[in-house]
């Protein structure tokens, strides 16, 4: 009988957002949620989120690679996570008018011009 109320609760509670709720984007990282976030020395929570979100996108990268056949983006070899949150970093830095792109390809470029692969 619990189960059929939770089910019954569940229903309820999914019937409750709208169509106009569902089809609404959600709004994505950039460049700015980086650099804000991503320098915080004091927080090791967002600290932690940040370098979660970097390797996130990494292994991403990564994985699609391995499927598709192609070039590998960057070789980051046995370079230390918080090395790859300082390149995102600096990248972004020099490139202020980048702080309204994606974070996913700001992480990218970023890893992709700091660590590129060899011919």
């Known amino acids: 009988m619990r189960r059929y109320w939770f ?3 569940l229903c309820f509670l999914l019937a409750q ?3 106009a709720d569902a089809a609404e984007p959600q709004q994505d990282y950039n460049g700015t949620y980086l650099i804000q976030h991503c320098h915080d020395e004091k927080d090791s929570f967002v600290r932690g989120f940040c370098l979660g ?4 996108v990494v292994d ?4 699609s690679e391995v499927y598709m056949v192609e070039k590998p983006r960057f070789c980051l070899g046995d370079t230390p996570l918080k ?3 300082t390149a995102v970093l600096d990248w972004l830095k020099k490139r202020p008018g980048e702080f309204h792109t994606s974070s996913r390809k700001v992480i990218m470029q970023a890893l992709s011009d700091s660590y590129p692969c060899e011919k």
């Open 60 to 63: 991403l990268v990564m994985d």
């Open 83 to 85: 090395d790859w949150r």
């Open 7 to 9: 089910a019954v609760t």
């Open 17 to 19: 957002q709208g169509p």
């Open 53 to 56: 979100y970097i390797r996130s």
